[in-house]
């Protein structure tokens, strides 16, 4: 329809939905591998397929902004203006309707996994940019304003870039295995450091396998005059503490009585944290 009608808005929409056709056949087939059974040599099983999948969905959008972006500039430069608004208009309504559709479906599973989350913005952004593309037509159609079919177009490869920056943002710091946002790592130490026995928590690695599958590894020192038969009851009200007050789901924590044969890497920052603030009079967790 954008080519026949040489409409730059009907164009990037169309290519734009071609987009979620892809997007959505990725993220069934990543969620798919998704399923698949752990193993020895996928000890995390394949969760981390639909991350892969949502970002390579985000870097496709922009992509397509790209594109949009240089055809918007040629047709300029060439002072192509031309489009046939009747045909865009029917066209227009047409894949709104459908869109419309399409996000109400979406909408009802986007929060259970950045993978479907991203097909959903996919659709989202089609659809604002199908009500551009009906409003530009009745521009065009009515008042042969041949610039607002351009205007909608570069809308949409803004609305494009606006889309995936925001799923880019929720995807990287799980690829770069960072620190979950609702997990203060600061408190979480400080609570499992407030239970009696507990002498220091270090060595802490907080990350996210997929959404709502987050991991916590820590070492433990515990006081060395604590009895055998109470270690198991204290590791059990830490592990508590992460998965009910942090929505940790996956604890592992290694006890220690000493510190002599800890070759790891000591991350105490809460402890000088704490002492900064203490001089300073203001507690920081």
């Not at 892809?22 to 991350?51: K, N």
């Not at 009747?86 to 259970?112: A, C, D, E, K, P």
């Not at 007050?245 to 920052?269: A, K």
Request: charged share 15%.
């Amino acid at each position: 329809g954008g080519i026949l009608s040489g409409s730059l808005a009907l164009l990037s929409d169309g290519v734009h939905m071609l987009s979620h056709a892809i997007a959505i056949g990725v993220a069934l087939f990543a969620m798919w591998i998704a399923g698949r059974e752990v193993s020895p040599e996928r000890t995390f099983g394949y969760h981390r397929t639909e991350v892969i999948a949502a970002l390579y969905n985000a870097l496709f959008l922009w992509l397509i902004s790209g594109w949009i972006f240089y055809e918007a500039f040629h047709r300029v430069s060439h002072a192509h203006l031309e489009a046939q608004g009747l045909m865009m208009f029917i066209i227009g309504v047409g894949g709104l309707i459908i869109n419309v559709i399409v996000v109400i479906i979406l909408h009802r599973t986007s929060g259970q996994s950045v993978n479907i989350e991203a097909a959903f913005w996919h659709v989202f952004v089609d659809l604002l940019a199908s009500v551009g593309v009906v409003v530009s037509a009745i521009l065009v159609w009515a008042f042969g304003w041949g610039l607002a079919d351009l205007m909608v177009g570069v809308l949409i490869a803004l609305l494009t870039l606006g889309s995936s920056w925001g799923l880019l943002k929720k995807v990287l710091p799980v690829l770069m295995e960072g620190t979950p946002e609702h997990v203060d790592v600061y408190r979480l130490c400080a609570a499992m450091e407030d239970v009696p026995g507990v002498t220091l928590v270090h060595d802490v690695h907080c990350w996210t396998i997929v959404a709502g599958y987050e991991v916590l590894m820590a070492h433990v020192l515990l006081d060395p005059t604590l009895p055998a038969e109470e270690v198991e009851p204290l590791l059990r009200r830490l592990r508590r503490i992460a998965k009910q007050d942090f929505d940790i789901t996956h604890v592992t924590l290694q006890v220690e009585q000493t510190l002599e044969d800890c070759t790891e890497g000591h991350h105490v920052g809460h402890l000088e944290a704490l002492e900064r603030g203490k001089k300073k009079g203001i507690l920081p967790f």
